[in-house]
């Protein structure tokens, strides 16, 4: 595995449409697990997409810390979006912001595994919140871009 550069906005590609994922070969598993090293490193992260890495394929792997650990999500899809929660969101790609972005509370996705096995789960709370996070990420849509009016902070975030 290796750390891979985080592309930061104002980069263009950040707000392009990823492409599906055709075949789950070893560049794409080495490209998950990249993923994973980039996101764990120093504890940065709990979603990180594979256009944040400046490639533009359809995946994303979350994990906020709870029983379901890490989750690799492969061409997935958001078939069910329930309720409504006010998020205050940040990005590895947006460092030193955040922002409140109104979400759903609960939320139904398909996606392939790592293996190619179809699945699919309910997801409520930070979970929902997670996986909507990445999903827009691979339509080209940042969490800025969905800020409520007048929420945008600065932080004293590290970068
Ligand atoms: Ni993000």
């Given at each position: ?19 599906p994922i ?35 394929r359809r995946c ?13 999500f492969i061409n997935p899809e ?32 398909k996606a392939l ?47």
């Amino acid at each position: 595995m290796a750390l891979r550069n985080i592309v930061t906005e104002g980069d263009p590609i950040l707000h392009k449409t990823s492409r599906p994922i055709e075949e789950i070969n070893d560049r794409i598993l080495k490209l998950l697990d990249d993923m994973a090293e980039t996101m764990y490193y120093e504890n940065r992260g709990i979603g990180i997409a594979a256009v944040q890495v400046g490639v533009l394929r359809r995946c994303f792997i979350v994990d906020i810390g709870d029983e379901h650990g890490r989750i690799d999500f492969i061409n997935p899809e958001i078939t069910l979006r329930e309720g409504e929660q006010l998020c205050t969101e940040g990005c590895l790609s947006v460092p030193g912001k955040q922002a409140d972005v109104k979400r759903p509370f609960k939320i139904h996705v398909k996606a392939l595994d790592r293996n190619g096995n179809p699945f699919e789960m309910d997801a409520e709370e930070l979970l929902a919140n997670c996986i909507c996070h990445e999903y827009d990420h691979l339509d080209g849509v940042l969490f800025v871009d969905r800020a409520e009016p007048g929420s945008v902070v600065m932080t004293n975030a590290e970068e």
